[in-house]
């Protein structure tokens, strides 16, 4: 059974920084493409961050490039997004989803296969 545990969020003030958490088990970790993802209330969920299975390849959306980063610990099963200076607009719940195939990141939610319960994110102004 594959879960997803995201964990990390809370509320900050605009300015601040956050380091959300994902543990991975139940898939082969090391061979999935691994995505962040984000949805505020009455928009669709969009993909913020992505990172291949060697976290050689990384995606960002414009939005958030320059502030946060993606990072992954294969020994540990568990990727990581790193969010500094954050805004009120990044208000969200962020979600961590697997993807099987491992070579290249996909913007598509429709691509990846598991996906986590989600965590809050709120920033304050």
């Known amino acids: 059974q594959v879960q997803l545990v995201e964990s990390g969020g809370g509320l900050v003030q605009a300015g601040g920084s956050l380091r959300l958490s994902c543990a991975a088990s139940?898939?082969?970790?090391?061979?999935?493409?691994m995505g962040w993802f984000r949805q505020a209330p009455g928009k669709e969920r969009e993909i913020v961050a992505g990172i291949n299975w060697s976290g050689g390849t990384t995606y960002y959306v414009d939005t958030v490039k320059g502030r946060f980063t993606i990072s992954r610990d294969n020994a540990k099963n568990v990727v990581y997004l790193q969010m500094n200076i954050l805004k009120p607009e990044d208000t969200a719940v962020y979600y961590c989803a697997a993807d099987s195939q491992f070579l290249y990141v996909s913007r598509d939610r429709r691509e990846y296969d598991y996906w986590g319960q989600g965590t809050q994110v709120t920033v304050s102004s």
């Open positions: 139940g898939l082969s970790f090391s061979r999935s493409t």
